[in-house]
């Protein structure tokens, strides 16, 4: 990608995820700019998206009323943190990004960052699940400000439990190599597999009482019904 279209794109990046918006006008500002500054990847995203669509991925997640499958896994620290550790201190919004080096991600957690008082306050938590060796967990965590735990879902391992990993397919793969998306080096494994972007609000007695999937990564749950959501969980 050039240089000059890197640079819009950062900067893009920047005056999105500072809109005074909704998230998802945040997300959609980010996207406009991407079709704008490259269009042929936009074209590439708007093709795995249809194919996703098609093929109803995540539609197999666990939905409203199910038990939310227990995970164990490392945060940013290296301690494992379990699903029942973590709903013994209030409800909770299980979230799962990409990866650091998403933009829309990056974006979504910024916004969770912010709305992280407002959740605290009410005594319920979030936490960020990714398929991200331990490095980059640190560094989206310090880069965010994250005041909750990122943890490694390494080999996509739990997020395929909960049929939401996707293959990105031959020609989104040579595109995010062309924009330096080492997905080999981020994970740990070159199975270009990724999570769909999703959350689950739990209850303290498991159960789902929320969730927002959709295989088109430029979208995600907003941040007023997140907040919602979570009031609502017992």
Same mark, same amino acid.
């Given at each position: 990608?050039?240089?000059?279209?890197?640079?819009?794109?950062?900067?893009?990046?920047?005056?999105?995820?500072?809109?005074?918006?909704?998230?998802?006008?945040?997300?959609?500002?980010?996207? @406009?700019?991407?079709?704008?500054?490259?269009?042929?990847?936009?074209?590439?995203?708007?093709?795995?998206?249809?194919?996703?669509?098609?093929?109803?991925?995540?539609?197999?997640?666990?939905?409203?009323?199910?038990?939310?499958?227990?995970?164990?896994?490392?945060?940013?620290?290296?301690?494992?943190?379990?699903? @029942?550790?973590?709903?013994?201190?209030?409800?909770?919004?299980?979230?799962?990004?990409?990866?650091?080096?998403?933009?829309?991600?990056?974006?979504?957690?910024?916004?969770?960052?912010?709305?992280?008082?407002?959740?605290?306050?009410?005594?319920?938590?979030?936490?960020?699940?990714?398929?991200?060796?331990? @490095?980059?967990?640190?560094?989206?965590?310090?880069?965010?400000?994250?005041?909750?735990?990122?943890?490694?879902?390494?080999?996509?391992?739990?997020?395929?439990?909960?049929?939401?990993?996707?293959?990105?397919?031959?020609?989104?793969?040579?595109?995010?190599?062309?924009?330096?998306?080492?997905?080999?080096?981020?994970?740990?494994?070159?199975?270009?597999?990724?999570?769909?972007?999703?959350?689950?609000?739990?209850?303290?007695?498991?159960?789902?009482?929320?969730?927002?999937?959709?295989?088109?990564?430029?979208?995600?749950m907003d941040i007023d019904d997140l907040l919602?959501a979570l009031r609502r969980a017992r």
């Open positions: 990608m050039a240089a000059t279209a890197t640079q819009s794109l950062d900067q893009a990046l920047r005056e999105c995820r500072d809109l005074d918006a909704s998230i998802n006008a945040r997300l959609a500002c980010y996207a @406009e700019a991407v079709a704008r500054f490259t269009p042929a990847f936009a074209a590439a995203v708007d093709r795995l998206v249809a194919r996703l669509q098609q093929s109803d991925a995540g539609g197999s997640a666990p939905r409203v009323g199910d038990v939310m499958p227990p995970f164990m896994l490392p945060d940013e620290q290296g301690r494992i943190v379990t699903l @029942e550790r973590l709903l013994a201190n209030g409800p909770i919004a299980v979230t799962f990004h990409r990866g650091h080096w998403c933009p829309y991600c990056r974006i979504n957690i910024n916004a969770l960052v912010h709305a992280q008082r407002e959740i605290a306050a009410t005594g319920r938590q979030i936490v960020v699940i990714m398929p991200e060796r331990q @490095e980059y967990a640190v560094a989206l965590k310090s880069e965010s400000d994250a005041p909750f735990p990122i943890l490694s879902d390494i080999d996509n391992g739990y997020a395929m439990s909960l049929n939401l990993v996707i293959w990105v397919g031959a020609e989104m793969e040579q595109a995010m190599r062309e924009r330096s998306r080492d997905l080999p080096k981020y994970q740990g494994n070159d199975a270009w597999m990724l999570p769909i972007p999703a959350t689950f609000v739990v209850g303290t007695d498991g159960i789902i009482t929320a969730r927002f999937v959709d295989p088109d990564y430029r979208k995600r919602a």
